[in-house]
């Protein structure tokens, strides 16, 4: 993080010389995000359908860049941290605008609280605040979701390993098993727990006393079909989010009968932070003129007392 | 009295048209009719509760939710799975039948789990509530205090809230299950079951923890699917002894899965 602002004190020196003056200074003095955006789209190869989830959900693609952030989402909060930190372009792996449809819905809401359609209401203040702020702060957003978690590296997993500090424990170079030293349940909750910093969001169902060697990592979302596949390979399954009435059930059965396999969920979100953070170091690999920061969405649930 | 007389029995007393296209509410398991014991109403077959029902000498299941860990009750994928194997050996040994009780409770105009679910978070006036009650008015109160009230009150610990806990709130969409209500401008708290946390139709958390950092005063709390619609599992029970005289007729929850 410190070698970051000071590579983008230097950036922004240059880019500012370059301003000032009024002359292009090599590839520097134009990296939009537009073109920062080519860049990342090459080397990351395949199809970019615009009908796709990653692309431009806020701002304008051709103004000039001073920083990049990633992030698993860019909440109010990160985008108020990248403002501040001058990195005016964010990379965020979920939703801006709190749906998949990532913005102002075009069918019209229908009865309050009914749900069945995709997006934001167009008058909604949130959606305005943020968009407001957005242009404010001459923020772009681009969501890198897919072609992210494409790569042959799966960084999304490594880094979340990295975050719990596992990462030598890996068994094989492919697959997403640890064997961690040995422990409880209840321990390597904990240090889950603090590892990701988490507040309300973990949740563990299974024996608390069972040991914990072989941990499986599944950011994200995992499926039953996943589970069911994979769960005899590994004491704990450590999860972004499941659904309670099909997987969590399902590990509860497995205490009933006795098995000693455990899942913990510790968010969506929160499980995707981490690969966000490699995301980071790797557009600094393939854009090193650029400054590039990583900056955590966190945990957004807390528990009542 | 077989368990097939027991689900015509619920048909005639639903007061509605019976939905027979739902393939939820269908039976999964055991010979439909063969002769009822008792039955056990309950918000999720897990094995611990069937196990607990069994002890009861209860060998007719009704239950909100599933049985084989996926909505639609698949058991494909399942069928040299250990666990599929004991839990389907133990009802059959046992001569225990399972049916589903699912999208026709949610039809009904008192849906039982929205009931209770408003009933275990202490809100008032959820008495007759229908699956879809609108926003419930309650006296001024904060996010956080709203939040200890459902604690204490549901019993629950491991729920999960989002927003800031001091912003001051009294307007209330209440939802079951899955089924958790989309935030509107009109609401300050959502109260649901589950809810996909990001990427879905409608993302409450993001929404509202945008809103937190915004100052409008927004919040969620996510009950769990069991606990959000089990107690209404205990009033389906009430319901049922109204016209099923015949057999012993009990609540047996699956209990809040989760440890924190």
């Known amino acids: 993080m410190k070698n970051n602002h000071v590579s983008r004190r230097r950036f922004a020196m240059i880019a500012g010389t370059v301003t000032a003056g009024g002359i292009a200074f090599g590839e520097t003095a134009t990296l939009t995000a537009e073109k920062i955006v080519e860049r990342i789209k090459t080397d990351l190869g395949g199809d970019w359908p615009p009908a796709g989830p990653d692309g431009f959900k806020a701002g304008d693609p051709s103004a000039p860049v001073t920083g990049v952030a990633t992030t698993a989402m860019a909440t109010m909060e990160v985008l108020k941290q990248a403002a501040k930190d001058g990195a005016n372009l964010v990379f965020t792996y979920e939703p801006t605008f709190f749906s998949r449809a990532d913005g102002p819905a075009r069918v019209a809401p229908g009865a309050p609280g009914r749900g069945g359609f995709i997006g934001v209401a167009a008058d909604d203040p949130v959606y305005h605040a943020k968009q407001e702020f957005i242009g404010k702060n001459h923020l772009i957003v681009f969501r890198l979701r897919d072609h992210w978690q494409a790569r042959r590296e799966n960084a999304m997993l490594t880094g979340l390993a990295e975050s719990l500090g596992w990462t030598k424990y890996r068994v094989k170079p492919d697959d997403v098993l640890y064997d961690i030293p040995a422990m409880s349940a209840e321990q390597t909750v904990a240090l889950i727990r603090s590892k990701l910093r988490l507040r309300g969001g973990l949740r563990a169902v299974g024996d608390r006393n069972a040991r914990i060697r072989r941990v499986l990592l599944h950011p994200g979302v995992m499926t039953t079909a996943t589970m069911w596949q994979r769960y005899t390979a590994a004491d704990l399954i450590v999860a972004g989010e499941v659904r309670e009435w099909e997987n969590t059930h399902f590990f509860a059965d497995l205490l009933t009968a006795g098995e000693k396999h455990g899942l913990v969920t510790v968010g969506r979100v929160v499980s995707e932070d981490p690969g966000m953070r490699a995301c980071s170091a790797w557009l600094m690999t393939v854009l090193p003129a650029v400054p590039a920061q990583w900056i955590a969405a966190g945990d957004p649930y807390w528990r009542a007392i | ?260």
């Open chain 2, 1 to 260: 009295m077989t368990a097939r007389d027991v689900v015509q029995r619920i048909r005639e007393n639903q007061g509605l048209p019976w939905n027979d296209r739902s393939a939820r509410d269908t039976f999964k398991l055991g010979d439909p009719d063969s002769q009822v014991t008792g039955i056990a109403t309950t918000m999720m077959t897990t094995f611990g509760m069937l196990k607990r029902a069994h002890e009861q000498g209860l060998n007719m299941i009704v239950s909100h939710e599933d049985t084989w860990w996926n909505d639609p009750d698949n058991t494909k994928d399942l069928q040299e799975n250990p666990l599929y194997k004991m839990k389907r050996d133990f009802v059959l040994q046992n001569g225990m039948i399972l049916w589903r009780d699912h999208d026709n409770m949610h039809a009904q105009n008192r849906d039982f789990t929205v009931i209770g679910e408003m009933r275990s978070a202490g809100i008032r006036g959820g008495e007759n509530a229908s699956m879809h009650p609108g926003i419930m008015t309650i006296p001024e109160t904060t996010l956080g205090e709203l939040a200890s009230q459902v604690r204490r009150s549901s019993g629950a610990h491991a729920f999960r809230c989002v927003g800031d806990p001091k912003a001051k709130v009294s307007r209330i969409l209440v939802g079951p299950g899955y089924a958790t209500p989309r935030m509107t401008a009109e609401a300050d708290v959502v109260i649901g079951g589950e809810q996909q946390e990001a990427d879905g139709a409608f993302d409450n958390v993001g929404y509202v923890r945008d809103a937190a950092a915004l100052g409008i005063a927004k919040g969620v709390i996510m009950l769990g699917h069991v606990v959000s619609e089990e107690a209404g599992m205990e009033d389906l029970a009430t319901w049922l002894r109204t016209f099923i005289p015949e057999v012993p007729i009990r609540f047996v929850p699956a209990g809040e899965p989760f440890w924190t």
